[in-house]
């Protein structure tokens, strides 16, 4: 049996999974499983609170890292007991790995997977950094939360699953068998920090705490320019990116190659 656990602030959005159609049926027939944890029961404060604003400066709200990371853990014990010895983190978001039939294939080999829903304007990049192993994108544009990407997600993986079709060979034969108008379009998202400003040893970027608007803008845009280069690339090759932000990338590219010296 194949489990997974998800982090949501909606749980009963889950049930378009297990009370509906083909994965209806392969969670009543026991090919899976599927447990929700919501980050509000592992709050401390009075008003259960999972979000604060971001450090820096700017629109939107930030999920706080110590809720999540708890249900994270939650989930992973749960596994664990039932088994499945290194569940895979997966964390929705629009700055993933794009989710393609080899993505899917190679997801649907795993025994466990706990899967975060993130909301807001994002989650604090220090919970990504600890307890994410992998970010998966559902396509080149936004939506108001994981839950929705998750569940297409899922959908993909379960249906792969031996048993969940009436005929084994319909799978096999399925397809594929900015931030304002003065960023360039395309660029995937900056990381986001909010409260508290040391969390597990790991501190904010200094510049966000800076209160220097344009440094900050700089560095946003510098490390928007550099993870695009990092984790999409078709993104930002030939002319696509302006003077100023080939220097940018050059300057994120040079960080890269001197931490990368450091841990050696």
Same mark, same amino acid.
């Given at each position: 049996?194949? %489990?997974?656990?998800?982090?949501? /602030? ?8 297990? #009370?509906?159609?083909?994965? !209806? ?8 499983? /599927?447990?929700?944890?919501?980050? !509000? ?8 609170? &999972? ?10 709200? &930030? ?7 708890? #249900?994270?853990? +939650? ?8 088994? &499945? +010895? ?8 629009? $700055?993933?790995?794009?989710? !393609? ?5 190679? /997801? ?21 950094? %600890? ?18 990407? +998750? ?9 792969? =699953? ?14 594929? #068998? ?9 660029? /995937? ?7 508290? @400003?040391?969390?597990?040893? +790991?501190? &904010?970027?200094?510049?966000? =705490?800076?209160?220097?608007? #344009? ?11 550099? %993870?695009?280069? $990092? !984790? ?22 040079? @960080?890269? $190659?001197? $931490? @990368?010296?450091?841990?050696?």
């Amino acid at each position: 049996m194949k %489990r997974y656990d998800v982090v949501t /602030l909606f749980p009963a959005m889950f049930e378009a999974l297990t #009370a509906h159609g083909i994965t !209806r049926r392969a969670f009543e027939e026991g090919l899976c499983e /599927l447990r929700t944890w919501d980050p !509000r029961d592992f709050t401390s404060d009075n008003y259960r609170r &999972v979000d604060d604003r971001p450090y820096g400066g700017g629109p939107g709200m &930030v999920m706080l890292p110590q809720p999540l990371d708890d #249900a994270i853990e +939650a989930a992973r014990v749960r596994q664990r007991s039932a088994g &499945v +010895a290194g569940p895979k983190v997966v964390l929705m978001s629009p $700055q993933g790995e794009p989710l !393609r039939e080899a993505l899917v294939r190679s /997801l649907a080999q795993e025994e466990g997977l706990v899967v975060v829903a993130g909301r807001y304007e994002g989650v604090d990049e220090r919970l990504v950094e %600890r307890s994410v192993d992998l970010e998966v994108s559902i396509g080149d544009f936004v939506t108001s939360g994981g839950e929705l990407p +998750a569940m297409v997600m899922l959908d993909c993986i379960v249906r792969r =699953l031996p048993g969940s079709l009436n005929d084994e060979e319909s799978a096999s034969q399925d397809s594929f #068998a900015a931030w304002s108008d003065s960023w360039p379009r395309g660029l /995937l998202d900056t990381p986001h920090y909010t409260r508290p @400003e040391v969390w597990k040893d +790991a501190r &904010v970027p200094e510049v966000l =705490l800076s209160g220097n608007h #344009a440094a900050i803008e700089r560095w946003r845009r510098k490390q928007a320019v550099g %993870r695009t280069w $990092q !984790r999409r690339p078709d993104l930002v090759d030939g002319d696509k990116l302006s003077r100023e932000d080939r220097k940018l990338l050059d300057e994120y590219r040079s @960080e890269v $190659q001197q $931490q @990368e010296q450091q841990q050696q």
